[in-house]
């Protein structure tokens, strides 16, 4: 309403400038009055039109993969979380996708059977798959001791490989919680939101309503999927 209320406000100062440019009145001096640019500069400058270009925004259309962790590994998430993911990708504007952990395997160095060292890059590698099968975000949830205080899958923050601003170190991804999860754009590592629930005894249904609010925070529009 604000931002409508000030775009109003530069309309009729243009307007009331250009109508006083061309006015056939005049001062007493004999010169026509000047165009007020001063308050076309003040309204153009005003907080609104800044925060529009500074919020992240989800692509229209896009793909969100579902990453789900197991002590950090990427694992198939089991029939009841996917269902719920399901529900979310019918009622959302955005299409969900479960991230294949065979595709994970064609990202990944082969590790000897005897004495060799796993990757210590299991996150930026799911990213990066995510990336590969063509899905523009990828959310990134684990359970247990891959949602512990201070860390995420195991890592702690600074160590996961992405992007992670530091007010949204201070909230969310700090927390312990029963699930905790990241929204993470696959080509840069960005990370656009962190989310946590507590109630999963009967599936992911709180978390995937959560991802929803997020979703539509973060997109133009918070449209229902047509069918």
Excluded: C
């Excluded at 931002?3 to 006015?23: C, G, P, Q």
């Excluded at 798959?129 to 063509?134: I, K, M, N, V, W």
């Excluded at 992007?163 to 960005?190: E, F, H, P, W």
């Amino acid at each position: 309403m604000m931002k409508l209320l000030i775009a109003t406000a530069l309309t009729a100062a243009v307007y009331a400038a250009n109508t006083n440019a061309f006015s056939p009145f005049m001062h007493e001096a004999g010169t026509a009055e000047k165009p007020r640019v001063e308050t076309i500069e003040q309204a153009a400058l005003t907080k609104p039109f800044a925060d529009k270009s500074t919020t992240p925004t989800l692509r229209a259309g896009a793909t969100i993969g579902i990453a789900r962790l197991d002590k950090g590994r990427l694992i198939y998430a089991p029939n009841s979380e996917l269902r719920d993911w399901a529900k979310l990708d019918l009622r959302s504007s955005l299409t969900f996708a479960p991230v294949s952990p065979a595709a994970l395997i064609r990202n990944i160095p082969e590790v000897p059977m005897m004495g060799g060292r796993d990757s210590d890059n299991k996150l930026d590698e799911i990213r990066l798959t995510a990336s590969d099968l063509r899905m523009d975000y990828v959310l990134i949830y684990g359970m247990g001791k891959d949602a512990q205080w201070g860390s995420f899958a195991g890592k702690t923050l600074a160590n996961t490989g992405f992007i992670i601003d530091d007010d949204m170190i201070s909230r969310n991804a700090q927390k312990r919680a029963a699930a905790k999860a990241m929204l993470v754009d696959t080509y840069t590592g960005k990370v656009y939101g962190t989310l946590t629930s507590d109630n999963i005894e009967f599936g992911v249904g709180e978390l995937t309503e959560k991802t929803e609010a997020l979703i539509n925070t973060l997109t133009a529009e918070g449209l229902e999927k047509t069918v």
